[in-house]
C-alpha cells in the first residue's frame, strides 16, 4: 500500500499535528473496507492515487474539526494562512484589524509576529510573490515550504505553552501518601 502511504504523508504536511501513519493507516482501512470497488480499479494508479488522497484529506480535515470542537482551539491551514497572507497585503490592514478568509480570521499583529519569526530571505520570498513579483520555480517551493512554517509559527503563537489537553505527564504527580490523605474522608 505505498500509495496510501505516499498519501498520508502528504496530506501530513498540510495538516499540523496529525501524524502520517495515522493518516496512512485510516486510508488503508477504508481501502479494506471497501474493498470491492477498490478490486475492480487496481489498473488503475491515477484512480487509485486520487481516491486514496481525498480519503486522507477527508480524514485530516474530520480530526482537525473534532480537535477544535473538544479543545476550543482553531487550527489553520497552510492554504488559509496564504489566503489570509494575500488579504491583509491586498487591503493594506493596519496593525490593529482583524483578516477574515471563509471560517478564519487572524489579528494582523499575530500574523506579522509571527512572519517576523521567519528567516529573512523566506520573508523576502513571501514578500515578493504577495507583490506579484515573478518568481523561479525554487523560489515558489520556497514560498510554499515558508508558508507552511509560517502556518506552524502561528498555531504556536495562538495555542500557547499552557493549552495542552489532558494526557501524559499534564497531571501533578502526587507520593501515596499524598494519594491517600486526599482520599481520606475527614470527619
Given at each position: 500500500m505505498a500509495l496510501a502511504e505516499d498519501a498520508g504523508r502528504i496530506a501530513a504536511s498540510q495538516y499540523v499535528g496529525i501524524e502520517a501513519e495515522d493518516i496512512s493507516a485510516h486510508v488503508i482501512l477504508h481501502a479494506c473496507e471497501n474493498s470491492e470497488l477498490f478490486e475492480r480499479h487496481l489498473d488503475h494508479d491515477a484512480w487509485l492515487w486520487s481516491v486514496l488522497y481525498a480519503t486522507a484529506i477527508r480524514y485530516c480535515n474530520k480530526q482537525t474539526i473534532d480537535w477544535m470542537y473538544y479543545s476550543g482551539q482553531y487550527v489553520y491551514t497552510p492554504q488559509e494562512v496564504r489566503d489570509l497572507l494575500i488579504k491583509a497585503h491586498t487591503t493594506n490592514?493596519?496593525?490593529?484589524?482583524?483578516?477574515?478568509?471563509?471560517?478564519?480570521?487572524?489579528?494582523?499583529?499575530?500574523?506579522?509576529?509571527?512572519?517576523?519569526?521567519?528567516?529573512?530571505?523566506?520573508?523576502?520570498?513571501?514578500?515578493?510573490?504577495?507583490?506579484?513579483?515573478?518568481?523561479?520555480?525554487?523560489?515558489?517551493?520556497?514560498?510554499?515550504?515558508?508558508?507552511?512554517?509560517l502556518t506552524r509559527l502561528l498555531n504556536k503563537r495562538l495555542s500557547g505553552p499552557d493549552t495542552r489537553t489532558d494526557g501524559p505527564g499534564t497531571r501533578k504527580a502526587l507520593s501515596n501518601s499524598q494519594a491517600i490523605a486526599a482520599t481520606q474522608v475527614q470527619t
Open positions: 490592514s493596519d496593525i490593529d484589524d482583524y483578516v477574515k478568509v471563509n471560517d478564519a480570521t487572524v489579528a494582523v499583529i499575530d500574523l506579522v509576529r509571527a512572519f517576523g519569526d521567519l528567516r529573512p530571505s523566506d520573508q523576502d520570498v513571501i514578500r515578493r510573490k504577495l507583490d506579484g513579483e515573478p518568481v523561479t520555480e525554487t523560489e515558489r517551493k520556497q514560498y510554499y515550504r515558508a508558508t507552511e512554517y
